[in-house]
């Protein structure tokens, strides 16, 4: 589950629409602009990425990593375990 805390970290990098790569639980790993945050059809959490023009979502709860792809002054890597 993702806490508050983390969860703040996503909501920058969709405000900012940041460079990011995400890490999920199966190991796979994604990049992308944070695009925005919302519910998939399942009705999971979901964090949306930008992939060259597709918005692709990924359950908040499948999450390890999200690491920025670019500087920035609010994170570089946050953790979710």
Sequence with gaps: MVTC???DFIEIACMFKLPIEITLKNGEAHQGNAFDTGYDMQR???LFLDMDG???AFPT???VAMRALKANPHFDEV???
């Design 61 to 63: 709860e499948q999450l």
């Design 79 to 81: 953790t979710f375990e």
């Design 44 to 46: 999971q959490e979901c």
């Design 54 to 56: 597709e918005h692709t």
């Design 5 to 7: 805390s983390q969860y």
